[in-house]
């Protein structure tokens, strides 16, 4: 089955704490990619951060980082220092091949406010 | 470039009348894929193309829904009759997708399309 699990429909944070939101995914694929995508009010998707499987080392871009847990199918987006812009709906995803093409399947959200 | 451009914005309609939805990729990507959101069921694949070809139309709710992509440059997504559950935001994403293996599959997504079905 080709599903993605967030497991936290919602969360709470103060602003400058550090959070993190869970995901796990379900493939039989070896090679992959895993992503986190941030939905604003506005409702415009925005790329956060990208894991290719076949890399150890989890991905950073600059205040998100994530835990890849490979064995686990467990891919988990920290975001340190929370801004009060970081509130948002955020998308865990992961591609799957199928006939030689990819596709991407979304988990459905986690919807996190970060608190003055 | 102007990124992924999706009309209309926004779209009032009453149940039984048709809907198009359009959708130009950016310039050079080879798949482009129809989402469908809504807060029960979150995002749903409705079908996807590579190349212009339908891929995968699995996710297609139901033979009211029909999705076409004539050329490289555009994408329609049609509700014919349409009804209050096809309420919700539709967003066509595109990407440039490399041959020979898993592609970073970056999608870049257009801003979506509200639909309301009275």
């Known amino acids: 089955a080709q599903t993605v699990t967030q497991s936290q429909p919602e969360m709470s944070v103060q602003e400058a704490e550090t959070v993190t939101l869970s995901c796990t995914y379900d493939?039989?694929?070896?090679?992959?990619?895993l992503f986190w995508y941030k939905q604003p009010p506005s409702r415009q998707m925005i790329l956060v951060i990208r894991?290719?499987?076949?890399?150890?080392q989890n991905a950073t871009e600059n205040r998100f980082s994530v835990n890849f847990q490979k064995a686990a199918k467990s891919f988990s987006l920290k975001i340190s220092d929370s801004q009060l812009g970081d509130t948002a709906m955020y998308f865990c995803?992961?591609?799957?091949?199928?006939?030689?093409?990819?596709?991407?399947?979304f988990g459905k959200g986690t919807k996190l406010t970060v608190n003055p | 470039d102007a990124g992924v451009i999706q009309s209309p914005r926004h779209e009032v309609t009453e149940m039984g009348q048709e809907v198009t939805l359009r959708c130009k990729p950016i310039?050079?990507?080879?798949?482009l894929f129809w989402y469908r959101q809504t807060m029960m069921r979150g995002l749903e694949l409705l079908i996807y193309?590579?190349?212009?070809?339908?891929?995968?139309d699995s996710g297609m709710p139901e033979d009211r829904f029909s999705a076409k992509m004539p050329n490289a440059s555009f994408s329609t997504l049609k509700i014919q009759p349409s009804e209050p559950r096809d309420s919700a935001v539709y967003f066509c994403?595109?990407?440039?997708?490399?041959?020979?293996?898993?592609?970073?599959?970056?999608?870049?997504f257009g801003a979506g399309s509200r639909l309301t079905v009275l």
């Open positions: 310039s050079g990507h080879n798949s």
């Open positions: 894991q290719e499987a076949y890399k150890q």
């Open positions: 493939t039989s694929e070896n090679n992959y990619y």
């Open positions: 994403a595109s990407s440039l997708a490399r041959q020979g293996g898993p592609g970073a599959n970056v999608l870049t």
């Open positions: 193309f590579n190349n212009n070809v339908p891929i995968d």
């Open positions: 995803a992961s591609t799957f091949t199928q006939g030689g093409s990819e596709k991407l399947v």
